[in-house]
């Protein structure tokens, strides 16, 4: 393949994406609504995902908690070591850690599943029956995300705090002391960020999934490629989007 051919591939792809991301979005507000899908993919993703974001989480705010404390006991502060933790998993690492989680696992799933309906042709019946493909497929699963992603992020960064106490409390922290610093280092703006991150976060890995999931072909082994695919463009278009996204909140404040 050419570069050529490959740079056309890239734009025409960008394309498709961005154009059914704008008709899921529009059809959010459309009926038919698919209530029932909708609950179905909120519990995969959101119920679903619960534990592993758990174990994220609490592992990620005991280490965070724990080099904190390294840093800061020379000059005896760690009584700060809370609002640390805070800061940065509010506004970095609760939204990227939880959207990677999601992307591993949720991804790869709306990719496969789409892509299998794809290559035996149940899209194609869908298509036949008169169902709108993307209000049925695309619209539910994106509505889930966008609801799920924020509150995983949100639990998350409450299971990160926790587990960074666990590690300030071994070493003299106590309680109030631990929850007085939070403030101290985080505003108002600094939980917006911490939402709508994962927001932005949910509409790439939904729309990823369910444009390469459609766009599948070749069996199942195009299946398997297709899901491979859909995480890794995913995981680096987060971490990509991450970026932009600090800039233009720190051009806001």
Do not use: W
Request: glycine share 10%; hydrophobic share 55%; with cysteine.
């Amino acid at each position: 393949m050419t570069i050529s051919t490959r740079v056309q591939e890239i734009f025409r792809e960008t394309g498709a994406i961005a154009a059914l991301t704008l008709r899921a979005i529009t059809g959010i507000f459309q009926k038919p609504y698919y209530q029932r899908e909708f609950v179905t993919q909120l519990d995969k993703i959101g119920v679903g995902s619960l534990f592993i974001i758990l174990l994220t989480g609490l592992f990620t705010g005991m280490v965070m908690s724990l080099q904190a404390l390294i840093q800061l006991k020379p000059f005896a502060a760690t009584s700060y070591v809370g609002g640390m933790v805070a800061m940065v998993m509010v506004k970095e690492l609760g939204p990227v850690l939880s959207a990677l989680m999601v992307t591993g696992r949720v991804g790869s799933a709306i990719t496969a599943e789409l892509g299998t309906m794809v290559v035996t042709e149940q899209v194609d019946a869908m298509r036949v029956e008169g169902t709108d493909i993307v209000k049925r497929l695309v619209v539910s699963r994106l509505k889930a995300i966008l609801v799920a992603l924020p509150l995983l992020a949100v639990v998350t960064d409450t299971v990160a705090l926790f587990g960074g106490y666990l590690m300030a409390a071994g070493s003299g922290v106590n309680l109030i002391m631990y929850l007085h610093s939070i403030p101290q280092f985080m505003a108002l703006q600094d939980m917006f960020e911490g939402l709508a991150k994962p927001a932005f976060f949910g509409v790439i890995i939904a729309m990823i999934g369910c444009q390469v999931g459609l766009s599948t072909r070749g069996g199942a082994e195009g299946v398997g490629s297709s899901a491979k695919r859909a995480v890794v463009l995913s995981s680096v278009l987060i971490l990509v989007a991450d970026f932009f996204l600090t800039k233009i909140f720190i051009a806001f404040r």
